[in-house]
């Protein structure tokens, strides 16, 4: 059995990297979620934003256990119910109408070790939002028609640096081909959803996963964003990625990079104002 096949290495942690399976076997197996987040050999999209944070911030995410919080267990729920509905059902289960204060909701925990609980009310609301996303016709035919949760790597030419992305959803059947993303939000209005696109970087995730779909399939893809608003009435929306932000993040994605090498190179990944100095805050434009 070698390395591309054997199980026991593709677990988190067992000292064999994304870019030693990739070497070895010319592609990559079918690789976890928990592995992917694992591999230290590239860098992802997550990694990329830290650093443009500071470089400071980025030695700190590549050592320090990050805790899930409520707001992205739920989005991971969800993300799970739309692509992946078969893990899913056998990964989450509901609590209903359990207490968890209460004797019964610690045997339930017991009953269900290894499961994941979501409420009642989680559960209530993770099936409306499946059933919009189904209802809306070209939603539903770009994640019936694609391919899931597929990890890829790639070198970047003019730096070197080995880079991965976990695609949501590929479809290879519209247009010149079509990367999903879904994300979860309080607002999927066209007013509102642009400002979490700024707000959480989503301009340098589309570039670089363009880049990184052009390194892999020799092809250009286009970028939507699958919006789904998290409660009532769970509202959905399928935005393709203009250009203007497009070139954004890929301006940020070279400055990202830029930025890596140079502290790789020199040793140093300051955080803010490392010469101790003292500037202007810089407001902002909404505000004045």
């Given at each position: ?6 199980p ?15 070497q ?8 976890s ?9 590239c ?17 700190s ?14 989005g ?6 739309l ?17 968890k204060?209460?004797?019964d ?7 269900t ?22 209802a ?10 694609g391919?899931?949760e597929?990890?890829?790597?790639w ?15 590929l479809?290879?059947?519209?247009g ?7 994300k ?12 979490s ?10 570039a ?11 092809r ?24 203007e ?10 400055q ?25 805050l ?7």
């Amino acid at each position: 059995m070698n390395a591309m096949t054997d199980p026991a290495l593709l677990q988190p942690n067992v000292g064999v990297s994304l870019v030693d399976l990739y070497q070895q076997g010319g592609s990559l197996p079918d690789i976890s979620n928990e592995v992917y987040h694992a591999d230290l050999s590239c860098i992802s999209v997550s990694g990329l934003k830290q650093l443009l944070r500071s470089p400071a911030h980025y030695q700190s995410y590549l050592t320090e256990t990050r805790k899930e919080t409520p707001a992205l267990f739920y989005g991971t729920a969800i993300h799970a119910r739309l692509l992946e509905p078969e893990i899913y059902a056998r990964t989450f289960i509901g609590a209903y109408n359990l207490d968890k204060r209460k004797k019964d909701y610690a045997e339930f925990e017991v009953m269900t070790a290894g499961l994941r609980i979501l409420t009642r009310d989680q559960m209530t609301a993770i099936e409306r939002i499946n059933e919009n996303v189904m209802a809306h016709a070209s939603a539903r035919a770009l994640l019936r028609g694609g391919t899931v949760e597929q990890t890829l790597i790639w070198q970047d030419e003019e730096t070197g640096v080995w880079l991965k992305i976990r695609p949501d959803c590929l479809n290879f059947d519209f247009g010149d081909g079509i990367c999903v993303d879904v994300k979860s939000t309080d607002d999927a209005s066209g007013a509102e959803f642009p400002r979490s696109c700024v707000k959480y970087d989503y301009d340098l995730q589309a570039a670089v996963y363009l880049d990184g779909l052009r390194a892999v399939y020799k092809r250009d893809f286009d970028f939507a964003f699958l919006a789904v608003e998290k409660d009532g009435p769970y509202g959905v929306a399928l935005y393709g990625a203009p250009e203007e932000m497009l070139e954004r993040g890929r301006r940020r994605f070279r400055q990202a990079l830029q930025l890596l090498v140079k502290c790789r190179d020199t040793g140093s990944w300051p955080c803010y104002q490392q010469d101790g100095g003292y500037e202007i805050l810089d407001w902002p434009r909404y505000a004045k």
